[in-house]
């Protein structure tokens, strides 16, 4: 099983500044595989990014995903009051597994 | 717009069997899409349950794999998860979710469903 380990635990910052998430995995990841996701309390998560670099629908282009291997970012150019959540990467394996990381939290500073 | 909407009972007892549904409007379960479950532990992190294609093509989370059974209802347009012999360790958030057509990701998910396990 990949695991998928994310930092930092908390990120805290403050609205404009840009926000830098980290994925790292135990073994490769195929890009295509490495998804980004947005969760706000007592919400269902909100796909952001997938193959690695692709935004979802709808998904603002202050939102930005890069990495291939281990080492996955998800970039926040200029962080709106709406952006402070938990971010989530997921990952999918070639035994059809799928695994999230533990999360990031990103606070208001 | 796709809309997915979970439902079942909100408390199971220890060793009886969990089994929710999820309701989807907007768009046809028999195009192309496979259809899974994820869960939430209270203030905890995401776990895949598996997913569906269709009623021969399922995949479980191995650690799962023992206990789940999937299904879909095409007539009714949803589709069902079965969790068996459920223990305190298995009250969480479940969430229904559509895979994302050519990605490995989940595009539409239902807005979740607390299941508590306790007698």
């Known amino acids: 099983e990949i695991v998928l380990t994310q930092s930092p635990g908390t990120l805290s910052l403050s609205p404009g500044e840009r926000a830098t998430l980290s994925c790292r995995a135990s073994q490769s990841v195929s890009s295509s595989y490495l998804a980004w996701y947005q969760q706000k309390p007592g919400r269902a998560p909100r796909l952001l990014i997938y193959?690695?670099?692709s935004r979802a629908t709808g998904i603002p282009d202050r939102f930005s995903g890069s990495g291939s291997g281990t080492d996955f970012t998800l970039t926040i150019s200029r962080l709106e009051p709406e952006d402070f959540a938990v971010y989530y990467c997921?990952?999918?394996?070639?035994?059809?597994?799928?695994?999230f990381g533990q999360g990031t939290k990103l606070e208001i500073k | 717009q796709v809309q997915l909407q979970e439902s079942g009972p909100g408390l199971v007892k220890p060793s009886d069997t969990l089994s929710l549904t999820c309701a989807v409007s907007?768009?046809?379960?028999?195009?192309?899409?496979?259809w899974g479950w994820i869960r939430q532990p209270p203030g905890k992190g995401l776990e895949w349950i598996g997913y569906?294609?269709?009623?021969?093509?399922?995949y479980y989370n191995p650690s799962l794999k023992s206990r789940v059974t999937m299904s879909v209802d095409t007539a009714k347009n949803q589709f069902s998860l079965k969790l068996t012999s459920v223990t305190a360790v298995d009250t969480a958030v479940f969430y229904c979710a559509r895979k994302l057509r050519g990605s490995y990701s989940f595009d539409y998910w239902g807005q979740g469903t607390l299941v508590t396990v306790s007698s």
């Open positions: 907007g768009y046809s379960i028999s195009s192309s899409h496979w």
């Open positions: 193959d690695a670099s």
């Open positions: 997921q990952q999918y394996d070639s035994s059809r597994m799928y695994t």
């Open positions: 569906i294609y269709d009623s021969e093509t399922a």
